[in-house]
């Protein structure tokens, strides 16, 4: 006699029973899984910012020149925004990175450029330097192409950021105070100086030197930039 061999597959009820296994397996391990994942991003974001930090304070105790630009290698691997937090090099805290997911209170700066003073003409600084390096040549210092070439919007630029209107163009940076305030500063010989509205005087940087003028590029009108304070009239 033939026996007749029958493969039994499974019932509707055991395969409801090993689907309700493995979603209740799944509901357990991928929470811990997301978590284990983010907690390794937030370390990998600690490290960053760490390594960004380090890179400025070494080159601040070198006396380089300091650039807020973030090196592009170093980004938060949870997609969140890196920003200076303390960027000023004469606070003792300085250097701070934030991180919008991962640490610090990140602010909404006030321009594209950043909101304080060092931050901004840090920024259109480090713009001259990049198009001369890319073009061979200055951008262009009059009507609106002292911002478009340099990748601004000028109406951006038209008004004043507490308290001080700024303007890139050619080999210089230019800054003069707004309508109520004056811009106090020290020369480099340790003279009092301000300007005001009614003097239609800039501050100006210019590239050539490294070093930040009062009116006119001469050596008696060097300032000491750190001495700069904005006051509202």
């Known amino acids: 006699m033939k ?38 991003r937030a370390a990998s974001c600690l490290s960053n910012r760490h390594h960004i930090e380090q890179d400025k304070r070494t080159s601040y105790l070198n006396n380089e020149a300091q650039s807020l630009a973030i090196d592009n290698r170093y980004k938060c691997p949870s997609g969140g925004v890196y920003a200076w937090l303390i960027s000023d090099p004469t606070d003792p805290n300085y250097p701070s990175i934030g991180c919008s997911l991962h640490y610090g209170q990140v602010p909404a700066a006030l321009t594209s450029l950043g909101s304080t003073f060092t931050e901004i003409t840090t920024a259109m600084i480090d713009l001259i330097n ?21 990748g601004l919007n000028p109406a951006e630029w038209a008004q004043a950021v507490n308290g001080i209107y700024y303007s890139p163009g050619g080999t210089k940076v230019t800054i003069r105070p707004a309508d109520g305030y004056t811009l106090t500063m020290k020369s480099l010989q340790g003279s009092s100086l301000s300007l005001t ?23 008696q009108n060097a300032v000491d930039i750190r001495t700069l304070k904005v006051i509202k009239n």
């Not at 061979?136 to 911002?147: A, I, K, L, Q, T």
């Open 3 to 40: 026996q007749k061999s029958r493969i039994q597959g499974f019932t509707l009820v055991e395969l409801l029973i090993v689907i309700m296994l493995l979603a209740a397996l799944l509901s357990i391990a991928v929470p811990s899984f997301v978590a284990y994942t983010e907690k390794a």
């Open 130 to 150: 990049n198009f001369y390096q890319q073009n061979h040549r200055y951008p262009r210092s009059w009507g609106d192409y002292v911002f478009t070439d340099l």
């Open 197 to 219: 509205t009614k003097l239609q005087w800039n501050l100006i940087y210019d590239m050539l030197t490294g070093q930040w003028y009062y009116h006119t590029i001469t050596t």
